[in-house]
């Protein structure tokens, strides 16, 4: 009997004790869950599909709170908003789960007294409710750093929380720490690389590993997700185009991936185009601890520039050389002279004007991280993001993490030419086609960005609380491999 076999098991056990003296007030065997900052329900989703019935949802944002309505018509009635002003709605509940922000702690107050420290705070709400009703599980989502933020005292406080009313508790705690390591969806087979600390507990225990069995090497596919050209609307069409810079900005690196000799290797760290021919100290020195007639030497400038200020010199170098330090960290002591060595390597294989073209561009444009090492030598053929880091290239097989403080990463399909869809965005995320988004696309995708990948929640509840009715949404996009992982 495998590992899930048995969670299974225990959950059927767990059934009838939910629909009796501690279940549901109906006396049915329907497992009744909460979603708390339920955004576009990607937990509803997940449960509901393992059979589970939402007795009450809480998302602050009015135009969600509506969407929410109309996606879960049956749970149009228990739809509330801030969790801070209606948690005495919350009905009795067999599992919570929510995606709660990231919020720092309070640092006064005695060791012991973890409610003054978690006071104020959101994931506070979350245990007042967890107080009240005692739920038997708890599935709960956050960024994928939440093990570090603040230096690890948060998750502490987190998990010494839950333990304290009762809880066993598991987190994906990262794999150099020992733990089973953060879940992304293309861990599962799924094309979106996104990976997420997810935290498990249990009034009835959890397995030592109760995560879903995770592989990191598995190969991916965008089929399926892709939308094809006679599919898209007008709107479509128009949305997700390309600016003529960002055409231009492509085209132009291209240009020079094209130039590069077969025989010589495409870096792995970021290209700067800043460091072409870049003469001022970066190893034992930095430009802001050089006087201004060394910068000008440096910069090969003179005359009218003698009487300029150091401070306006300043601006000529490069945005991540100008900090107030003497010394550069070893990171970028690194990059820099990868970067210099690099380029002498392959200057002679400049197109004509190429450098000159790559200076007029936004500095953001200047850069570029190449992430498909041995595949084809053309842009147009990868999944592309503009990033403050610069333009990053990345394999053709999954798109990188939907980001919800940003829409300016939203990322590009080389051989379609253009942005993502909103389609695209919800079958990355798990959701069916016909999910409703927000009106305005920013808002569309801050929202797929904050949103909980619905199968990756599916299998963690399948594979922590032992529930084994899972079925896919309809109109999901199933990955013929993650059949295979479930049958594991």
């Known amino acids: 009997m495998t590992r899930l076999d048995r969670s299974r098991r225990r959950f059927v056990l767990q059934l009838s004790h939910l629909a009796g003296e501690d279940g549901p007030s109906s006396g049915d065997a329907n497992v009744r869950f909460v979603d708390l900052f339920a955004g576009l329900g990607g937990f509803h989703l997940a449960l509901r599909e393992l059979g589970h019935e939402c007795v009450f949802a809480s998302e602050i944002d009015e135009e969600l709170q509506g969407l929410y309505r109309e996606n879960f018509v049956d749970a149009r009635r228990r739809v509330f908003g801030d969790i801070r002003q209606c948690k005495r709605t919350v009905p009795k509940h067999d599992i919570l789960c929510a995606g709660f922000p990231c919020q720092p702690f309070s640092k006064s107050g005695s060791q012991d007294g973890l409610l003054d420290k978690t006071r104020g705070t959101l994931f506070h709400e979350i245990l007042d409710v967890l107080a009240l009703h005692k739920p038997r599980h708890v599935l709960l989502e956050n960024v994928g750093n939440f093990e570090q933020h603040d230096e690890g005292r948060t998750w502490q406080i987190v998990r010494q929380s839950l333990e304290k009313l009762g809880y066993a508790v598991r987190g994906t705690v990262h794999v150099k720490s020992g733990g089973h390591g953060l879940v992304s969806p293309h861990h599962l087979g799924y094309p979106h690389t996104r990976e997420r600390f997810f935290v498990v507990a249990s009034r009835d225990g959890l397995p030592d590993d109760p995560f879903p069995e995770a592989d990191r090497s598995r190969k991916t596919s965008l089929e399926g997700i892709v939308q094809p050209r006679d599919q898209l609307s007008a709107e479509d069409v128009q949305e997700t185009a390309l600016t003529d810079r960002q055409v231009a900005c492509i085209d132009h690196w291209n240009e020079l991936l094209k130039a590069v000799p077969g025989d010589v290797e495409l870096p792995s760290f970021p290209i700067w185009g800043d460091e072409i021919h870049a003469r001022y100290p970066y190893e034992d020195a930095t430009p802001w601890s050089c006087d201004k007639l060394e910068l000008l030497g440096y910069l090969r400038r003179n005359g009218a520039w003698s009487?300029?200020?150091?401070?306006?010199?300043?601006?000529?170098?490069?945005?991540?050389?100008?900090?107030?330090?003497?010394?550069?960290?070893?990171?970028?002591?690194?990059?820099?002279?990868?970067?210099?060595?690099?380029?002498?390597?392959?200057?002679?294989?400049?197109?004509?004007?190429w450098v000159d073209t790559l200076r007029s561009m936004p500095p953001s444009l200047r850069k570029l991280e190449w992430n498909c090492k041995g595949e084809v030598r053309d842009l147009w053929r990868h999944v592309l993001q503009f990033r403050p880091s610069g333009l990053r290239a990345k394999r053709y097989s999954s798109c990188p993490a939907l980001v919800a403080m940003t829409t300016t990463q939203i990322p590009i399909l080389g051989p379609e030419e253009r942005f993502i869809t909103r389609v695209e965005g919800l079958r990355l995320q798990g959701f069916p086609d016909d999910h409703k988004l927000p009106k305005a696309r920013e808002a569309a995708f801050r929202a797929l960005g904050n949103a909980v990948h619905v199968e990756v929640a599916k299998a963690i509840a399948m594979s922590a609380f032992g529930e084994g009715r899972a079925r896919p949404p309809h109109g999901a996009r199933v990955p013929e491999c993650v059949g295979q992982c479930r049958a594991r």
């Open 307 to 353: 009487s300029a200020p150091k401070t306006k010199i300043m601006k000529l170098f490069p945005s991540y050389a100008r900090s107030k330090r003497k010394r550069f960290p070893k990171w970028k002591v690194d990059f820099i002279r990868q970067n210099r060595h690099w380029f002498r390597t392959v200057q002679d294989s400049f197109p004509s004007d």
